[in-house]
């Protein structure tokens, strides 16, 4: 047998599991939404090179006091992975609204 948990076990991991992606999604969106209320006075193109500063400065932070990372190069790696992988997920979305053509 390949997994040794029961269906229930299983079912309460999917829940949690949805659980932790909804709490996720929902960070995300608080985010997005300072990116949105700045960006009625800061023009996109410079907002999203300061996100994109502070997430770095941010996880350099958590890297290095509360992971403990040792090996930079291999975290740096990972995130950068980890943010390859989303954005060409976001590229790809129909739905992330298309600059209107004038």
Same mark, same amino acid.
Do not use: W
């Given at each position: !047998?390949?997994? %040794?948990?029961?269906r229930n076990e299983r079912? =309460?991991?999917?829940?949690? @599991?949805?659980?932790?992606?909804?709490?996720? =999604?929902?960070?995300?969106?608080?985010?997005?939404? #300072?990116? %949105?209320?700045? %960006?009625?006075? #800061?023009?996109?193109? @410079?907002?999203? !090179?300061?996100? =994109?500063?502070?997430?770095?400065?941010? %996880?350099?932070?958590?890297?290095?006091?509360?992971?403990?990372?040792?090996?930079?190069?291999?975290? *740096?790696?990972?995130?950068?992975?980890?943010?390859? @992988?989303?954005?060409?997920?976001?590229?790809?979305d129909d739905e992330i609204?298309?600059? *209107?053509?004038?």
């Amino acid at each position: !047998m390949e997994d %040794n948990k029961s269906r229930n076990e299983r079912r =309460l991991a999917r829940k949690a @599991e949805e659980k932790d992606t909804a709490a996720f =999604l929902k960070i995300a969106d608080k985010f997005i939404d #300072v990116a %949105n209320r700045e %960006n009625k006075t #800061v023009q996109a193109s @410079e907002l999203h !090179m300061a996100f =994109l500063f502070a997430a770095a400065r941010y %996880n350099a932070y958590v890297a290095n006091a509360i992971l403990k990372v040792d090996k930079h190069e291999e975290f *740096v790696e990972h995130m950068v992975k980890q943010y390859t @992988e989303m954005l060409r997920q976001h590229l790809a979305d129909d739905e992330i609204a298309r600059p *209107v053509q004038g």
